[in-house]
Structure formats: structure tokens, C-alpha cells
């Protein structure tokens, strides 16, 4: 996993005025009259006009006038005052013939374009044919002398449609888009080979994709937050598209979209739409912010998506092992039985090479004896998701040390237990990568933050050396550090001692849960 900067604190402006009580406009002037002189009443007069001009000006000119002068610093304050988001809004009207692109978020650029729109593979372009209109806000571009008349560019756009705008080391690898919007001869358009009645949504699929959490975090979820109000009606069209991850994200992606996706570099063909959003939309790490989609859908909502999903090949894979298994059906009293003895379930998910818990089976051993029903789960970049969806979904507990797999999480139901292992030099990015989203989403957290005895660092180190005493001293030196020692040289002993009191808290909470549910069912 690639780790972001560690977020600007996002202090958002106090609105000092609130606390200074405004003046009285209405009888100001003649208390003043009989207690001033007239020079100091005519300054005082031109104060009291000018500060109920200032008060009243928002009636009159707009909300725009005063959040302007509060809100002077721009892009700090992307926040949203009452839930509402006021950058969101930048393209949310956008005039049939026209582009509009917000460039105003810091992890990803938007365009949305209306009307004639035809894709050109060839030059990498997406083409927008439209006669001029006086009231387009548009530029022209490339308007010289010689140029014809008939066939004028009017706005031309670039964008790299990928959600790690800010590193440039990667977006230095993702193929840029060309937003052109053209005045041509009608007979000179080039011909649709395919006509959609649908809009379209771009994006990439380069970058960081190979890794669950960017799969998830840079392009799963934000495709679900840009394209979930289209109801299914909408195309995706993909760049650096890979048939291995339309095979992988299949099922999700059939609950976004009715129709098959576009592999936009190797389909030759000028595909047309009405309506096109080039580029995703992201909220946070892992997340969905509720107030900036329509019918507040939230990170749950889009859990209970991949419910729905993954829900017929899991139920396959059941009919398979109980055809293999040839089991008797229960009857009634009897699943309540099997159900009152049921164990809780705990899923280790292991991990091999760096950051590895090298005392695993004993900690397997541990949680038996407490009570657990375990199974470890060793994810593959080819396991099948709705096999791990179905291990985590009927899981209580599931414990991981900080990595890319803990995005699996978000396969756990709410109100499941989440144990984070965060080794030494991880503690801010395990929370805010994994820890909050968990919370976010309903889990009960918990983060077990390691000792150095419990890391390999500890043999190879002296006791004093920043490396085990200060880990934020060398985290501050940058990624390259962190990546280096931290998570590509650390693996991790467990304390069992230390550790038993964690399991114990999540069997306690999970038995509980368990039987208030028992109690549910029974009623």
C-alpha cells in the first residue's frame, strides 16, 4: 500500500463575527446626534452605513458576497457549511454543448460534458460538436487567422482521470484525455459507430491498481460515489483498461452498470453519448460521505451493494459443498440448536513476508482456547473476492496486521470486530487508513499497537536507536524511510500475554451479540 501525505490539518475558519454584536441600524444615529460632535457623527454615520450595508448585502447581492469575504483562503475550506458541499456544486448545472471541468478538489479533477459527444481513441479525445452559442462560457482555443470558420475549437481541455491528483510520480504514468469542444461543419462530423442512450463515465484504471486498497479506495468506491445515482444506466468507459480486474470487480460492477464496459485505447470505434463525467469522484480513505450524495448514501449502503453482489455465487458455492457434503436437511428446533452452540468465528488474515506474525500458530492455539471457532485466511492477488467476502462475512472477528489485505474489512458486517496489529512506525496511517474507515462503517475497532520487543527491529537495533524509541522521528524523514524499515523489513512476535486481554473483549462483546441475537430469532 502507498501511503498518502500525512493530511494538512483542515482548520476551518471561525467566523469571528459571530461573536461581535451586530449594530442596531434602526435608531443609531439619533442617540448619537445628541452626544457627538458633528464631525465625529457624520464618521460615526458613514461607519453605521457601511456596517448595515455589510449585514444586508447578502439579501441583495447573494450568500456569494459575504461567504467570500469570510472564506477569502479558497482551497483550504473545501468543507461544507449545514452538510451542504460548496465545491460540489461547481459543475452540478452544466449547459448542453459545453465542458465544465472543477479542478478544485486536491485528490482529483471532474469534467462534465453535454451534447454532442463523440470519442476518438486515435488522438485520445473525447470530441464535443456543437454550433457556437452566445451564451456558452467557453474560450476559444487556437482561433488564428487561417483557421476555417467552420471547423473552430472553442474550449480544449486536458485530464488525467485518476484520484491520486497530488503524487505526481503517479500521475506522471496515467494517460491524459483531451476535452475538445468544436464548431464544425455538420457534414464533416466523424460518423457514431455506436450510439449510446446513456451517459458515460471515464475513468482510469492505471496507477496504483494491482492492490486491493487502491483497487478499492482509488477506484471502486469512487466509482460507486460518481456513478450510483445513474441507477445502472451508464456506460463505463476505462482507460489502462485490464481484463483481469473487470474479471475480479465483475460482480460489483454488474450492480453499478447494465452494460458492458469500454476498453477506450482498443476500441476503435467513435462511440457517442449526451452526457459524459471524465474523471471519479473520492471523499476520504475507505469512505462515503453521506452529505455529498444524493439520497445520503453512506459507506454502509455501499457495503450492503456488495451484499447483493457477491450474494448468488455465494449462495452457489453452499449448494456446491452441500451436494459434496450430501447433509441432511435440519429441522426447526434443530438449526436453533446448532445455532445456540455455535462458536464465534475469528479470521486471522496472514500475511508472508514483511510484517508477518511469526508466533501465528500460537496465537491460532490461544484464540481456540478462549473460545474461538478460527480459520486463517491467506488472500491472493487471484483469489476469487466472493470466496474472502464469504469467509469475513460470516465472521465475528478478524485480526490483520496493518496492510494493504485489512481493506478486506469492509467485507465484515456491522458490529463485528475489527483487531488491527499495528507495528512500530504505522500507528498514524493503520487508524487512518483502516482504523477510522472501520469505525465509519460499524465495526467495533480495536488497535494493538506492538512494543518493540514484539517487532524483529528490536534484534537489529539498539534500544536507543530512534528506530524503536522515536518512530515518528524517522516517519518525518519521508516514505522512503517508512517503506524501507517499517513495512518492508518488520515482522511481528505477538505478546500473548498482552494480546489475550484484546481477545478476551472481543468474545465477551462478540458472545453478546451473538446471544442478543439468539434471543432476536427465537422471539
Known amino acids: 500500500m502507498v501511503y498518502h501525505h500525512r493530511k494538512r490539518s483542515s482548520d476551518s475558519t471561525k467566523d469571528e463575527e459571530s461573536h461581535i454584536p451586530l449594530m442596531d441600524c434602526s435608531c443609531s444615529t439619533s442617540v448619537y446626534y445628541k452626544r457627538t460632535k458633528p464631525k465625529l457623527l457624520s464618521f460615526l454615520f458613514l461607519i453605521t452605513f457601511l456596517s448595515c450595508c455589510y449585514v444586508f448585502a447578502p439579501f441583495f447581492l447573494g450568500p456569494s458576497f459575504s461567504l467570500s469575504l469570510l472564506y477569502s483562503n ?18 452540478s448545472s452544466v449547459s448542453t454543448g459545453t465542458i465544465c471541468c472543477d479542478r478544485t478538489g486536491y485528490r482529483s479533477d471532474i469534467c462534465v460534458m453535454k451534447g454532442d459527444i463523440r470519442t476518438d481513441s486515435s488522438s485520445s479525445s473525447i470530441f464535443l460538436y456543437n454550433s457556437i452559442n452566445k451564451n456558452n462560457v467557453s474560450r476559444k482555443v487556437n482561433g488564428g487567422k487561417g483557421e476555417d470558420k ?17 503524487e505526481t510520480s503517479v500521475m506522471d504514468t496515467i494517460d491524459e484525455l483531451n476535452l475538445v469542444s468544436k464548431k464544425v461543419d455538420s457534414r464533416r462530423v466523424r460518423k457514431c459507430d455506436v450510439q449510446h442512450d446513456v451517459p458515460a463515465v471515464f475513468f482510469s484504471n492505471g496507477g496504483y491498481t494491482g492492490n486491493v486498497y487502491h483497487e478499492f479506495n482509488d477506484g471502486i468506491i469512487p466509482l460507486y460515489i460518481t456513478s450510483q445515482h445513474f441507477n445502472k444506466k451508464v456506460v463505463f468507459v476505462i482507460l489502462e483498461y485490464h481484463s483481469w480486474w473487470i474479471m475480479k470487480y465483475g460482480d460489483i460492477l454488474s450492480h453499478l452498470s447494465e452494460f458492458p464496459p469500454i476498453d477506450f485505447s482498443k ?3 467513435t462511440h457517442c453519448f449526451s452526457e459524459a463525467i471524465v474523471g471519479l469522484k473520492i471523499h476520504d480513505e475507505l469512505a462515503v460521505d453521506s452529505s455529498l450524495m444524493e439520497g445520503k448514501k453512506s459507506i454502509v449502503d455501499f457495503r450492503n ?13 453452499i449448494r456446491e459443498e452441500e451436494r459434496e457434503q450430501q447433509q441432511n436437511s435440519l429441522s426447526p428446533s434443530e438449526g436453533v440448536q446448532e445455532i445456540a452452540w455455535k462458536k464465534p468465528k475469528l479470521v486471522i488474515v496472514s500475511r508472508s513476508g514483511s510484517r508477518a506474525i511469526t508466533n501465528e500458530n500460537l496465537l491460532v492455539k490461544m484464540a481456540e482456547e478462549i473460545g474461538f471457532q478460527v480459520a486463517v485466511l491467506k488472500p491472493q492477488k487471484t483469489s476469487e473476492l466472493a470466496k474472502i467476502y464469504r469467509v469475513l462475512n460470516e465472521s465475528d472477528v478478524m485480526i490483520g496486521v496493518h496492510g494493504a489485505a485489512m481493506t478486506h474489512f469492509m467485507f465484515m458486517k456491522p458490529k463485528s ?13 493503520a487508524d487512518t487508513y483502516y482504523g477510522e474507515p472501520a469505525r465509519k462503517l460499524g465495526l ?11 517487532s524483529s527491529l528490536y534484534e537489529r537495533y539498539d534500544k536507543s536507536d530512534p528506530i524503536l524509541s522515536d518512530p515518528d522521528s524517522i516517519t518525518n524523514k519521508g516514505w522512503e524511510y517508512t517503506k524501507k524499515i517499517y513495512l518492508d523489513s518488520q515482522n511481528v512476535k505477538l505478546d500473548l500475554r498482552r494480546f489475550r486481554k484484546r481477545l478476551h473483549r472481543a468474545y465477551e462483546y462478540t458472545v453478546l451479540r451473538l446471544n442478543l441475537n439468539l434471543q432476536h430469532q427465537s422471539q
Open 74 to 91: 479558497g482551497p483550504e475550506n473545501d468543507a461544507n457549511q449545514n452538510g451542504v458541499d460548496v465545491k460540489a456544486s461547481t459543475c
Open 150 to 166: 467552420e471547423d473552430q475549437v472553442l474550449q480544449l481541455e486536458k485530464i488525467k482521470p485518476y484520484t491520486r491528483k497530488w
Open 267 to 269: 476500441d476503435n470505434r
Open 305 to 317: 451493494l456488495m451484499d447483493k453482489a457477491y450474494s448468488p455465487r455465494i449462495k452457489g458455492l
Open 417 to 429: 470486530v475489527f483487531i488491527q496489529v499495528v507495528p512500530l512506525g504505522t500507528n498514524w496511517a
Open 444 to 454: 467495533k475497532y480495536i488497535g494493538y499497537e506492538i512494543h518493540p520487543k514484539e
